[in-house]
């Protein structure tokens, strides 16, 4: 099993930068696809995208495509969503998941943290 703890969040103007990482603990991260998820305020959880546990990652949320990269480094259990260009629709709460690379559940879940974008 393995938990996950978001940090990183925050205020910031439009067009600034936001660093986010998805810290593990209790089991490798190297183990699990790690995803990247949001929920903006009064709507539903989108999907922005995951890292496999080889490495690389996709991005599937077209709104953020340019602006948003996802990288793992596996040595500090850590995966980072860097997010660049940020416009207020991106403001919402940014959670990461894990699931074994056997499983299509997001299994684990941490707790989230609070991206606001002001105008």
């Known amino acids: 099993q393995v938990q996950l703890v978001e940090s990183g969040g925050g205020l910031v103007q439009a067009g600034g930068s936001l660093r986010l990482s998805c810290a593990a603990s209790?089991?490798?991260?190297?183990?699990?696809?790690i995803g990247w998820f949001r929920q903006p305020p009064g709507k539903e959880r989108e999907f922005v995208g995951h890292t496999g546990w080889r490495g690389g990652s996709t991005l599937y949320l077209e709104s953020v495509k340019g602006r948003f990269t996802i990288s793992r480094d596996n040595a500090n259990n850590t995966v980072y969503l860097q997010m660049n260009s940020l416009k207020p629709e991106d403001t919402a709460v940014y959670s990461c998941a894990a699931r074994l690379a056997s499983t299509t559940a997001w299994n684990y879940w941490g707790q989230g943290t609070q991206v606001t974008v002001s105008s």
């Open positions: 209790g089991r490798p991260v190297s183990s699990y696809y």
